[in-house]
Each structure stands twice: as C-alpha cells, then as structure tokens.
C-alpha cells in the first residue's frame, strides 16, 4: 500500500481483528477514523457479480458526483478490469486479508487522478466473512477535475495475502509449528 491513510487504515484493521482472521463489522469505529472518513466505503457482498455499498464517504460520492448507497461496487469497472476487482475482493473475503489496487480515475472531461482502493475484510453479524472496509483514495495532489469521475482503468493490483498476526497484550506471541514431510528414500 502506497498512501499512509492506507497504512493507518490496514493498521487499525488489524488492531481490532486482534486473534481472528478478520474484525466484525460492528467493532468498526467512526469516531476512530475521524480523518479517513470523506474517502472510507462499506460494501456488502450479496453474490459474487455483487458487493453493494451500503455506506460511502462524502469525498468518493463528490469526485463521481452521485451517491453510492446500494449501488454495486463493480459497476465502477467495465470488462477485464471488472472481473479483476472481482477477483480481487473475492480474493480478500476468501483469505481473509487484505488486498488493494492502484487505478486511474478518468473524469467526464478525461482528466486522470491515480486512486489507491485499499480493500479490508470484515465479518458481519452472522460470523461470515460478507462485509468490506474499504478506502478509495486519490494518490498525488488536487482532484482530478471539476468534472465527475466516469470510469476507471486499472493499473495494478495486489491480491490477499495472508496478513501478519495481529499484535494485541492477549494473543499468543508464538506461531504454531508446522510439520515437514521429506522423501529421501
């Protein structure tokens, strides 16, 4: 991840996962993330061709100007690049881990912004891994124009991995060991 608000973001994340794989969504708190706030999504995934947003920041809704409340995520990208980010947050609901992607943000008057999408799992109130925080954040200075964002072409992407343990007083602090099977015969 490029922007420090992604690494604040990532940061956050993993303090309230603390021993899970990935934090509820209810542990996910406003008043924490006071300056990331204008840029922060939520999406809930309904199938796989459909993560809805169900609450989006001031500053994504001013840079497409439209709100996103219920609209699916997906549509931000047409073809290849669509079926990349969907793999790409399947990737990180699946994991669960992190992942994000670098994408130019095109406006009406096709004027380009760099965005950084940090993508975060979360769990919901069923236990299941359905929810993503995620930050759409413009990397560089100023917007891209006066005119609203129309689409997006992606320019690179960094999938899930699995994340470091989190660091917490009550979590263990050793890994389990992990059997090695060779054939030397």
Known sequence: MRHRNS?????????????????RRTEILPEDLGGLLSHLFLLRRMDSDHHVFRLAGTGLCRLHRREFRDQNFLSL????????????????LAAPAPA??????????????EVEVTLLPLRGP?????RALGLYQ??????????PVVRHRLIELRPA????????????SERPARALAANDG
């Open 7 to 23: 690494l604040t973001l990532l940061a956050y994340w993993n303090a309230r996962r603390r021993s899970e794989p990935a934090p």
């Open 77 to 92: 990208w047409t073809g290849h690049d669509r079926q990349h980010m969907r793999a790409l947050l399947e990737g990180a």
């Open 100 to 113: 994000s992607a670098i994408t130019e943000a095109v406006a009406l008057d096709s004027s380009v912004q």
């Open 126 to 130: 069923e236990g299941l891994l359905d």
């Open 138 to 147: 413009p990397l560089g200075s100023g917007l891209p124009s006066l005119r």
């Open 161 to 172: 991995s699995e994340p470091a343990p989190s660091v917490s007083l009550y979590a263990r």
